[in-house]
């Protein structure tokens, strides 16, 4: 591997990366199918991905058509990685398992070992067969839309195809390894000013932002929206929050530490709540909702935006949903894409209907939206939240750190990068957009 990261560091031609020999086994960050039941019995907070997730040498995949393999010189630890790490809601070599039964190629996914990691910036270093518009040597971040559309239904919007999936998640040759498989879809070329470390941490959390609050398929939000933003430096609400500045629209960010309040502060947004400093507590002693703390919370909304929400932008999920129904305007959007607190949700539908509300559900993003979203952060306008990066050996601790919510914005993992700050294009570019950069990375 040291032959192909001196290549990539000195940024020879293509015809010599092409040229250079694979190994034929690589590091890689996994969880294993022998330890799926490692923690049967815990309380969620209790599992520890420092126990389940392993890095060891394991054989490099078999390309196949329309796939490419790429050296990630740095990964991003998202949500998703914690989700596999402590084998729920299940295990994902039950996705493994669905995806090899489906077709010959899908069968080299199923294995006793599972390749976790769904962001990376890096560069090809061999193209498959079909594959055309990349060439080894190319920089590319990759996006995690796993999907080739053979089947009708995706070819508006390839997250309605049955066999959708999450790269690195629902399938093997995630981003924390040397080489990592992907399809040639799922490329997108590097944002010019940004180190490894920086544009690997984007493509996953910003794009399922993008596509819930701007695209079509989601929430539109207009110039002038209010935008409820739960968990507002997180993955996802660190760009949301970016992306509403960025439209015209107007944030009223939730976090739940004053630390976190000050850095929304300092990138210029003015209507702030620390969910910590209110208490709020929605569900009273039976576990029933407390529609007073409901008001309290609106309320809240109102003193410092003088309205309601138009949109909301949801993910904690059993925990806010009740008060993010609630609270939206009438007419208003709750936009929705996960439940880390609890997916069976409720609500009263009175407040839906009366108030001629509605629900969207969203799911990552498709190319296009991946792609559109990338290039709002290559023209320097959105910027990336990374707060800490560590090297691929401590990647359990960094995904213990983000399943315990001691971190902000992103965490990144070096992989083939030997330190941080490596990888830039564009110097120029890069001065120019500096101090956002800093302002955004100081989320830490
Ligand atoms: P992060 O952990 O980076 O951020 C989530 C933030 O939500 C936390 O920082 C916290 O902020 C806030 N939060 C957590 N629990 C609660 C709660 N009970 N009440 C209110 N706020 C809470 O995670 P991500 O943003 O990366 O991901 C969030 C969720 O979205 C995860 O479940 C993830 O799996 C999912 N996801 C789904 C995607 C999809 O395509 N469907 C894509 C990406 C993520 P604070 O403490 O400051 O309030």
Redesign the pocket.
């Known amino acids: 591997m040291q032959a192909i990261r001196d290549a990539i560091l000195r940024d020879a031609p293509s015809e010599e990366i092409a040229a250079l020999a694979l190994p034929d086994t690589m590091r890689a960050a996994f969880v294993r199918k022998d330890e799926q039941d490692m923690f049967a019995g815990m309380e969620s907070a209790d599992k520890d991905p420092r126990k389940s997730l392993h890095i060891d040498q394991v054989p490099i995949p078999p390309l196949g058509p329309n796939e490419v393999l790429i050296a990630p010189m740095a990964s991003a630890i ?3 990685t ?2 596999t790490t402590i084998f729920e809601p299940l295990s994902t070599f039950k996705f493994l398992e669905r995806f090899g039964q489906e077709s010959v190629l899908g069968a080299r996914h199923d294995l006793d070992h599972h390749i976790v990691g769904s962001d990376a910036a890096g560069v090809v270093l061999r193209t498959g067969p079909g594959v055309h518009g990349w060439k080894a040597g190319d920089r590319v971040v990759v996006h995690c839309n796993y999907v080739d559309l053979q089947q009708p239904q995706g070819h508006e919007d390839s997250m309605l195809d049955p066999n959708q999936r ?1 790269w690195g998640f629902e399938t093997n040759f995630g981003s924390l390894a040397d080489i990592a498989m992907v399809k040639a879809n799922q490329l997108i070329p590097m944002p010019t000013h940004l180190t490894w470390e920086e544009a690997a941490s984007l493509a ?2 910003l794009a ?2 993008y ?1 819930m609050l701007a695209s079509p398929n989601s929430a539109q939000m207009k110039q002038g929206d209010v935008v409820l933003v ?9 760009f949301a929050t970016q992306l509403v500045l960025n439209g015209g629209g107007i944030p009223v960010c ?4 004053e630390e ?1 309040a000050e850095l929304l502060r300092a990138v210029g947004v003015e209507h702030i709540i620390n ?2 400093e209110e208490g709020y507590q929605f569900f009273d002693e039976a576990g029933e909702p407390d529609f007073a703390e409901y008001r309290r919370f609106g309320k809240k909304i109102r003193s410092l935006v003088g309205e309601d929400p138009d949109i909301v932008f949801e ?6 949903f009740g008060a993010s129904v609630f609270v939206a305007k009438r007419g208003g959007t709750i936009v929705t ?5 609890g997916y069976q949700h409720s609500y009263d539908n009175r407040y839906l209907w009366m108030n001629l509300k509605r629900i969207i559900g ?4 498709n190319y296009n939206e991946a792609w559109q979203a990338i290039r709002l952060v290559d023209k320097g306008m959105i910027h990336p939240i990374l707060s800490k990066t560590y090297p691929l050996e401590q990647a359990a601790e960094a995904a213990w750190q ?1 399943h315990r ?1 001691l ?4 965490i990144g993992i070096l992989v083939g990068a030997p330190q941080t700050g490596l990888g830039v294009q564009d110097d120029v570019k890069r001065a120019k957009h500096l101090g956002r950069i800093m302002a955004y990375e100081r989320f830490t």
Do not use: Y
């Open positions: 998202n949500f998703n914690v989700w999450i996953l959390v399922t932002s596509r739960w968990g507002a430096t997180g993955g996802l609400g660190g939730v976090v739940s530490s976190k969910r910590s993910h904690p999920g059993r925990a806010t894409c996960a439940s880390t607190s969203s799911h990552f993003a983000v919510n971190h902000t914005g992103k």
